[in-house]
């Protein structure tokens, strides 16, 4: 969806570093989603927050962090603490008075 | 058990035929259900969502689903190479309030369109 924006498209991670993930959108939508994708595996969901300075933990959010400070960001920071971050990282949103999600083109992390 | 679960293929079509790609889920209070395309290295791209017991055709697609049974299937005809890519299936998270709009996503069926 050309409304979300993803940042940056490949990025490399030294061990014990935090790394953030920029995730903007333009659609004024409210709802945004952090998955992370594994070969051969599904979209596992880390945060997602509903509305502005709120956000809850999904299935796998050790070692991650989020903040919500305006509407149309939802940074994602990969910490020290998460032991395998290698993956793809999808950010989506959530069109508005439904449930059907729309995904940023992703950002793929490599820890070296 | 998984909540999503799919054939992880691949599923080896010959160009112009139908591909069927099937999804089950446990959940039986889901409501939503959603099929996504994910090219190799790109991210998910919506194709098709239904809501109501039966089929909805959009196009070469046509979704089919059946709650009481509790699948839900894809349908790709006269498959084309443009069509080779992983399907995600994903469904609705109903339940407690702060899972409203919360998907689940099965593994995916690769699909290889064949000349």
């Known amino acids: 969806d050309g409304g979300i924006t993803q940042s940056p498209k490949y990025l490399f991670r030294k061990e014990g570093q935090n790394v953030t993930l920029s995730c903007e959108q333009n659609?004024?939508?409210?709802?945004m989603y952090w998955y992370r994708q594994d070969p051969g595996q599904g979209l596992r969901l880390i945060y997602y927050s509903q509305i502005v300075n709120d956000f809850q933990k999904g299935d796998i959010a050790e070692g991650y962090s989020v903040s919500r400070e305006k509407k149309e960001s939802f940074p994602l920071t990969v910490t020290s603490a998460q032991k395998n971050p290698t993956a793809f990282y999808l950010c989506a949103v959530r069109d508005r008075g439904g449930d059907t999600q729309y995904f940023g083109p992703g950002t793929r992390l490599t820890v070296l | 058990q998984k909540e999503v679960e799919q054939n992880s293929g691949p599923l080896s079509v010959p160009e112009g035929a139908i591909a069927s790609l099937n999804c089950t889920y446990s959940?039986?209070?889901?409501?939503?259900f959603f099929w996504y395309r994910q090219y190799s290295g790109k991210s998910p791209e919506l194709i098709m969502s239904?809501?109501?017991?039966g089929d909805k055709e959009d196009g070469r697609f046509t979704a089919q689903l059946n709650k009481a049974s509790q699948y839900v299937s894809l349908l790709i005809r006269d498959s084309q190479p443009s069509d080779s890519a992983t399907y995600l299936c994903a469904v609705n998270s109903p339940g407690a309030a702060d899972s409203w709009g919360k998907l689940q996503f099965g593994a995916g069926t690769q699909v290889v369109v064949t000349p």
């Open positions: 959940d039986r209070g889901s409501q939503s």
């Open positions: 659609l004024n939508h409210d709802a």
């Open positions: 239904i809501y109501s017991n």
